[in-house]
């Protein structure tokens, strides 16, 4: 049974750090594109960061410069490093595995007040 398990988000004021974690089981998680996305009511679902198993990484412009993701392979865990956050970066954050197949995470709330 697959399952990504997201943890971290929260509370935080604005020009604040939250770091979320994706915890993978199931795949072989090494093979995989891990990606984090956001969405807010109303508004379609958004790609904010991605690492290919090869390493190579997109973001999405507005996050440059203040998110990074980088992922644990031995601990098949990808995290999303978010500094200087604005009240616009408040989201449900989903953890995404795409390989042969696809799978999401159940998302984590982050919000960030003014």
């Known amino acids: 049974q697959v399952q990504l398990v997201e943890s971290g988000g929260g509370l935080v004021q604005a020009g604040g750090s939250l770091r979320l974690s994706c915890a993978a089981s199931?795949?072989?998680?090494?093979?995989?594109?891990m990606g984090w996305y956001r969405q807010v009511p109303g508004k379609q679902r958004e790609l904010v960061a991605s690492?290919?198993?090869?390493?190579?990484?997109n973001y999405l412009d507005s996050v440059k410069g203040r998110f990074t993701i980088y992922r644990d392979n031995a601990k098949n865990t990808v995290y999303l490093q978010m500094s200087s956050l604005k009240p616009d970066d408040t989201a449900v954050y989903y953890c995404?595995?795409?390989?042969?197949?696809?799978?999401w995470g159940q998302g984590t709330q982050v919000t960030v007040s003014s």
């Open positions: 995404r595995a795409l390989a042969s197949r696809l799978y």
């Open positions: 199931g795949i072989i998680f090494s093979g995989y594109t």
């Open positions: 690492i290919t198993s090869g390493g190579s990484i």
